[in-house]
């Protein structure tokens, strides 16, 4: 792993079959233990992962006092500033977009745009805030009933923020893929009566991610 200004850059041992810029979620860095995690799995698979930070969170990194999200113009726009970075200094494989929970729904909003002009391939969601925790009615699924962009959201069942339950009723386009992972909550982690592990839930979301990005290699 090497730092490249704000990137984490993850490279795997032969050329990559794909990259995945990857954004952390609403109250954890870049190098947390779950986006640490799933960038190391992804990395043993051939693809090769970049991680940045919002705004906010560089100042908190760079403060030590805890900040909140910037406002979603200023995400998006922090975004698709990475986006374009990406294209222009990485190699030229599929680039594939995506995060946890927030970063998920940053790359949503950007992938249709930057899909019909070619500078994506996909989107990875991992845990989509479909609805803010305990506000189900109000939703955060607008932009993805028309998405044309092959878009990938690994999803607890039992997620706050998007249950399957709820989610079955929701509009989503076929562009959509939804892949569950039982008992899994937001950060995927199921509860030991269940019978699986977080890190057996972490690594089905990873091999699903590639195998989804895989089935796009151009």
């Not at 479909?130 to 044309?148: Q, Y």
Request: hydrophobic residues 40%; glycine residues 8%.
């Amino acid at each position: 792993m090497s730092e490249s200004c704000s990137w984490l850059l993850d490279r795997p041992e032969q050329p990559p079959v794909a990259w995945y810029l990857f954004a952390h979620g609403a109250g954890a860095p870049m190098d947390s233990d779950f986006m640490q995690s799933l960038a190391d799995m992804l990395v043993a698979q051939g693809v090769g992962v970049v991680r940045f930070e919002f705004p906010y969170m560089e100042e908190r990194r760079a403060s030590g006092k805890r900040r909140p999200p910037n406002k979603m113009d200023v995400l998006l726009e922090a975004f698709q500033v990475q986006i374009d970075r990406a294209g222009a200094e990485l190699s030229p494989v599929p680039l594939f977009i995506g995060g946890k929970s927030m970063g998920g729904r940053v790359a949503s909003m950007l992938a249709q745009e930057n899909f019909e002009r070619q500078k994506v391939a996909g989107a990875v969601c991992l845990g989509y805030p479909f609805h803010p925790p305990g506000k189900p009615e109000k939703l955060r699924t607008e932009h993805l009933g028309d998405l044309a962009c092959p878009t990938l959201i690994v999803q607890g069942t039992r997620d706050k923020l998007g249950n399957r339950e709820e989610v079955a009723g929701y509009a989503l386009s076929s562009a959509v893929e939804l892949y569950w992972l039982e008992d899994g909550d937001h950060d995927l982690k199921p509860r030991k009566a269940s019978g699986f592990s977080q890190q057996h839930h972490w690594q089905a979301a990873a091999d699903r991610a590639v195998a989804f990005m895989r089935a796009r290699e151009s």
